[in-house]
């Protein structure tokens, strides 16, 4: 958890609340769009965005951990 939160912190404002919204309260992107006052579309590339920040910088924690299963699983 702390690894979560120390990504989701590194994030712009915009792209980490649209995330929160879409993955913690499970609201839509219509709903984060009318919410944010975004459109959808914005919406989806904030989501992406930080879906890929996540993804790359797991891997530099994991890498930071444990060079050897690093390795194994990439």
């Keep these: 958890e702390a690894i979560y939160k120390a990504i ?4 712009p404002p ?3 609340r649209a995330f929160q919204l879409s ?3 499970k609201l839509s992107y219509a709903e ?4 944010m006052r975004l459109s959808i579309n ?13 993804r ?6 994991l890498f930071a951990a444990s ?3 690093y390795l194994i699983l990439s």
């Design 8 to 11: 989701l912190e590194s994030m």
């Design 14 to 16: 915009q792209r980490k």
């Design 23 to 25: 993955r913690e309260e």
């Design 32 to 35: 984060i769009a009318r919410e």
């Design 42 to 54: 914005t919406v989806e590339n904030y989501v992406s965005s930080a879906l890929e920040t996540f």
């Design 56 to 61: 790359s910088r797991s891997k530099e924690y």
């Design 67 to 69: 060079p050897i299963i």
